[in-house]
């Protein structure tokens, strides 16, 4: 049993950062591939950046390539968001997610069994 929580979010202009942190609590953090997903208002939601279980591999969603990095750090049983460059369409509750299966499904929300509350993140112009 995993339970995650979230933290880091709040209210930028566009053009700043933000960094996004997800804690773990339970045993064995480093085993999980970790996501960060995001629902925008009226929209699904959707995948962000994964990362496997030692950090090596990471992958994101087109649009934010060159502006987030995700990262972990198991010792302390956190996996960061670092966003860079926010744009207003940036604008959602972010998540982060935890799961046993295999990278290659990283992108999909279904390989993820466990999920943190959501922290919102609002970008203005």
């Known amino acids: 049993q995993v339970q995650l929580a979230e933290s880091g979010g709040g209210l930028v202009q566009a053009g700043d950062s933000l960094r996004l942190s997800c804690t773990a609590s339970g045993r064995d953090f480093a085993v999980y591939l970790v996501g960060w997903f995001r629902q925008a208002p009226g929209k699904g939601r959707e995948f962000v950046a994964a990362?496997?279980?030692?950090?090596?591999?990471?992958s994101y969603l087109d649009s934010v390539k060159g502006r987030f990095t995700i990262s972990r750090d198991n010792a302390k049983n956190t996996v960061y968001l670092q966003m860079n460059t926010l744009k207003p369409e940036d604008t959602a509750v972010y998540y982060c997610?935890?799961?046993?299966?295999?990278?290659?499904?990283?992108?999909?929300?279904?390989?993820?069994?466990?999920w943190g509350q959501g922290i919102q993140v609002t970008v203005s112009s």
């Open positions: 997610a935890a799961g046993l299966q295999g990278e290659v499904y990283a992108k999909m929300s279904s390989a993820y069994t466990y």
């Open positions: 990362i496997n279980r030692n950090g090596s591999n990471t």
